[in-house]
């Protein structure tokens, strides 16, 4: 399959999944139970995804990628001396912390994906640059422009007006609940470019 065939059936496969999952949540007796994950979260049981964080590299115009796509499935670090591409959906799972390094570029990628960071409830970022060394979030093109990609999605558990919960826009997940004091992690010295993807009429991924 060509690399960018691949890149967008990842992408996709990953948006269907969360929607399969809010289903699940809504109405969990009409799924098989060997599609629920055998162990409980907070009193709450929840689905397996499948797809794991596909980590490879890749070269574009002489210069080598890590790519980040699909779920993480333990703690990561992010390293300044890696040059980081999102294909689609990049997933922080409840449990799991996504460590960035002051001076880590990371890089929204170009190729008919709607890449995007999301922190899951449970998950954690710890994204703490400094002024010398901010840790930037930008668009791969040649030519960046807003809306290049979706952006920096934090999904927590700290109600919500109106209901306990909502669903995020292009099967970035769900976010809301009842417990105030929900934390999410820390960023400082981040900057998110040219991101604001449109993902449909009258819908579109803010930067953060």
């Known amino acids: 399959m060509p690399e960018r065939d691949y890149d967008r ?15 699940y949540k809504a109405h969990p007796e009409l799924f098989p139970a060997e599609m629920a994950l055998g162990y409980k979260l907070n009193g709450r049981t929840r689905m397996s995804k499948k797809l794991k964080v596909q980590m490879r590299k890749i070269k574009i115009n002489g210069v080598n990628y890590q790519i980040l796509t699909g779920e993480a ?3 990561m ?6 040059n980081w591409l999102i294909s689609g959906g990049f997933y922080i799972p409840h449990g799991t912390t996504l460590t960035i390094e002051p001076g880590t570029k990371i890089y929204a990628a170009d190729n008919g994906t ?5 922190v899951e409830q449970g998950g954690k970022i710890m994204a703490c640059g400094t002024a010398k060394e901010p840790i930037v979030f930008t668009s791969i093109k040649e030519d960046p422009k807003p809306g290049d ?22 099967g970035t997940g769900l976010y809301g609940g009842n417990d105030p004091a929900d934390n999410s992690g820390t960023l400082c010295y981040v900057r998110v470019e040219y991101a ?8 579109k991924m803010n930067g953060f």
């Open 77 to 82: 670090v992010l390293t300044k001396d890696e």
């Open 149 to 170: 990609w979706g952006g920096i999605i934090i999904n927590g558990n700290a109600p919500v007006h109106g209901e306990m919960t909502c669903e995020g826009h292009g």
């Open 9 to 23: 059936f990842i992408s996709e496969l990953g948006v269907a999944h969360a929607q399969i999952r809010k289903c």
């Open 196 to 203: 604001g993807m449109e993902i449909g009429t009258d819908y």
């Open 114 to 118: 709607t890449p995007f960071l999301s």
């Open 73 to 75: 499935q333990k703690d």
